[in-house]
């Protein structure tokens, strides 16, 4: 055999042996909004208490982010939906370093109109009154995740995409993740941001509640004849309610993006018929506020239920985001209470590094677990409270203001108007509508 041969035929041995699984702290599944925010968020977290700064990690931290489909593949968590960014999740996002890059695609809510239509019941709430600029942003998520997903590539992370979970072990120190293309992952701790059918879930057969609100989701960008000065809208109508977000214009037209809760005959009727009949539908349901409705745009319809898990954690394995909790779009706060959760595991992390190193100095990060059970626990006692409150707010909203039992039609007409009488009544209100954490 000649030396050129031999050569050859060791490295297709080599190129045949099974690698070594990639030795990870973190690995993350889901590389969505919440997973790209954690992702980032933790790299920034490591850059700032690695040795050259507080000097507790004597080596950054290894994280590891598997996301199935890159951001210009159709990406479901990257869509053409818009979604609220409320200004408690605006500030959070500044503090984990992420919102300066995606500020210029945010339009300023300033203003939230809240209407019973038939009804007298109605209210308003304006940023101006609690000292703000803006009460959050609506982005569109197809063009905030080319942005991060350009931030994930130069960032400190070992990106992982396309790729995809097909099997998952788990023992006593940590799991062990194969995926599609044949690559493992070696990991101490494991975050399942993967939304609502997570497959990490799935696979640890960890238990989900759900309940069925009978109502689908119509979402579409529609047009308006007068500008939207910064106006969002809810409106509670007979099927459901109905939300507007003001949205960046395109050659001058004004946008709004709709979210229009239907029953499933209606929905499927309203997402096939001609745009005509929509618009005189949706101007029918909604009235005149916003001007006259003058053009739509794709229409996308998915069911609406609110699923969540007891306990969002796990050995080893903590969920968040859509994986932990998919709520009812009627307070926008899905995307919001996801960003709580990152914040939290993030803030564990640290809380976990700084003990661990304070007590043990010389060895530094190389004896650091971070997915022991003091830190899994933190986490979880940390979002229970916030978690619960919010996921049983949204809920009675769906139960209150989809329901036309005349006491209750009463009661909410009455509140709202009790809103627009006494002012002071609308703190707690735009507190949570802002997206500050539910104490």
């Not at 097909?166 to 939304?195: F, P, Y």
């Not at 960003?339 to 190193?357: F, H, N």
């Amino acid at each position: 055999m000649t030396e050129l041969n031999a050569k050859t035929d060791s490295k297709q041995a080599s190129a045949q042996l099974p690698q070594p699984p990639q030795q990870v702290d973190i690995t993350i599944v889901g590389g969505a909004m919440a997973g790209a925010s954690l992702a980032l968020g933790l790299a920034k977290l490591s850059e700032k208490l690695s040795a050259k700064h507080a000097g507790l990690l004597n080596r950054p931290l290894s994280i590891a982010l598997i996301e199935a489909q890159k951001t210009d593949d159709n990406h479901p968590g990257f869509d053409s939906r818009s979604i609220a960014i409320a200004h408690g999740s605006v500030f959070e996002l500044t503090q984990l370093g992420i919102w300066p890059s995606i500020a210029s695609l945010g339009s300023d809510i300033e203003n939230i109109h809240i209407s019973d239509r038939g009804h007298f019941g109605m209210t308003e709430l304006n940023a101006e009154q609690f000292g703000l600029p803006s009460m959050g942003q609506v982005v569109e998520l197809a063009k905030v995740g080319k942005v991060l997903f350009d931030q994930l590539q130069q960032a400190d992370i070992k990106l992982h995409c396309p790729a995809s979970l097909t099997q998952l072990e788990t023992d006593m120190d940590g799991h062990t993740i194969t995926l599609d293309n044949g690559q493992q992952i070696r990991s101490k701790l494991l975050v399942a941001a993967d939304g609502a059918h997570s497959k990490v879930r799935q696979a640890l057969k960890q238990d989900v509640t759900q309940v069925e609100f009978e109502q689908v989701a119509l979402v579409a960008n529609v047009q308006t004849d007068k500008p939207h000065n910064s106006w969002a809208y809810e409106r509670f109508t007979d099927t459901g309610p109905l939300a507007l977000l003001p949205m960046a214009p395109i050659n001058g037209k004004t946008r709004l993006s709709l979210v229009w809760a239907l029953d499933a005959e209606q929905a499927q009727q309203f997402k096939h018929c001609d745009k005509a009949d929509f618009l005189a539908a949706l101007q029918q349901a909604f009235g005149n506020r916003a001007g006259r409705f003058t053009d739509v745009g794709l229409r996308v319809s998915y069911p609406l239920t609110l699923s969540y898990m007891p306990r969002p954690i796990y050995h080893r394995t903590v969920f968040i985001g859509n994986a932990a909790q998919t709520l009812h779009p009627i307070a926008g706060q899905g995307f919001n209470l996801g960003l709580r959760d990152v914040v939290g595991l993030i803030d564990a992390v640290k809380t976990s590094i700084e003990t661990s190193t304070k007590t043990s100095i010389e060895a530094g990060i190389e004896s650091l677990d971070l997915g022991h059970n003091s830190l899994i626990h933190h986490y979880f006692a940390s979002r229970q409270q916030d978690r619960m409150a919010t996921i049983n707010n949204v809920e009675f909203l769906v139960r209150g203001f989809s329901n036309q039992y005349w006491p209750l039609v009463a009661g909410r007409s009455l509140g709202l108007r009790l809103l627009s009488w006494c002012p002071p009544l609308k703190a707690p209100i735009a507190h949570k509508a802002m997206g500050w954490k539910s104490v």
